[in-house]
């Protein structure tokens, strides 16, 4: 069974920063690629980062480019990730998210907010 859980998230001020992480389970982590989306009050959800399966390469948003990272840790299953120089207008649910065969699956989210 195919498992995504999220944590990390916080209340954390302009300019901070956080790392978030997903624990995986039940796919061939090292082949299926991971991605991090993003949904704020009112929006719709967004892509934020992807990590390939196979080789670990890594794309993200414009909107984060420069300050988030991705990142995996393969013998822990667990992907990660840090968000540096963080703005108010990076305040959402972050969910981590993975698709095997025909279905993707979902964490349950965690929440983060960015405000002095």
């Known amino acids: 069974q195919v498992q995504l859980v999220e944590s990390g998230g916080g209340l954390v001020q302009p300019g901070g920063s956080l790392r978030l992480s997903c624990a995986v389970s039940?796919?061939?982590?090292?082949?299926?690629?991971v991605n991090w989306y993003r949904q704020a009050p009112g929006k719709e959800r967004e892509l934020v980062a992807i990590?390939?399966?196979?080789?670990?390469?890594?794309n993200y948003a414009d909107s984060v480019k420069g300050r988030f990272a991705i990142s995996r840790d393969i013998a822990k299953n667990t992907v990660y990730l840090q968000m540096n120089s963080l703005k108010p207008e990076d305040t959402a649910v972050y969910y981590c998210?993975?698709?095997?065969?025909?279905?993707?699956?979902w964490g349950q989210g965690t929440q983060v907010i960015v405000s002095s």
């Open positions: 998210t993975v698709r095997v065969g025909v279905r993707r699956y």
């Open positions: 039940g796919f061939a982590f090292s082949i299926n690629p």
């Open positions: 990590i390939s399966g196979t080789d670990g390469n890594t």
